[in-house]
Nanobody, 126 residues
Framework: QVQLVESGGGVVQAGGSLRLSCVAA????????MGWFRQAPGKERELIAA????????YLANSVKGRFAISRDNAKNTIYLQMNSVKPEDTAVYYC???????????????????WGKGALVTVSN
């Protein structure tokens, strides 16, 4: 089992920045590809960022490319989502997830993640 706990959510003004963290406990963190998902009110959960176990390979959805960045620190069992130039449409619950598959498999089948956090709410105000 892997337990994931997100933190860093809150209210931020449009154009501002926020950094989300996700700490993992349990099995060897460095064996897992990781992803950040978000779910806005009335919408489906979507994959917005992913990172390979080594941190070398990353993926960003077009909706956040150029504004968000994903990174990981395996020594701290933590992944991060740096959110810059946020927009009201970024308002959502953000979830981190872990998977034993490769990042390519995660991108092709994002809803098959092995473990999920409970989410952190991010609200972007005008």
């Amino acid at each position: 089992q892997v337990q994931l706990v997100e933190s860093g959510g809150g209210v931020v003004q449009a154009g501002g920045s926020l950094r989300l963290s996700c700490v993992a406990a349990g099995r060897t963190f460095s064996n897992y590809a990781m992803g950040w998902f978000r779910q806005a009110p009335g919408k489906e959960r979507e994959l917005i960022a992913a990172i390979s176990w080594s941190g070398v390979a990353t993926y960003l959805a077009n909706s956040v490319k150029g504004r968000f960045a994903i990174s990981r620190d395996n020594a701290k069992n933590t992944i991060y989502l740096q959110m810059n130039s946020v927009k009201p449409e970024d308002t959502a619950v953000y979830y981190c997830a872990a998977d034993r598959r490769s990042i390519m498999r995660v991108m092709s089948d994002p809803y098959g993640m092995d473990y999920w956090g409970k989410g952190a709410l991010v609200t972007v105000s005008n």
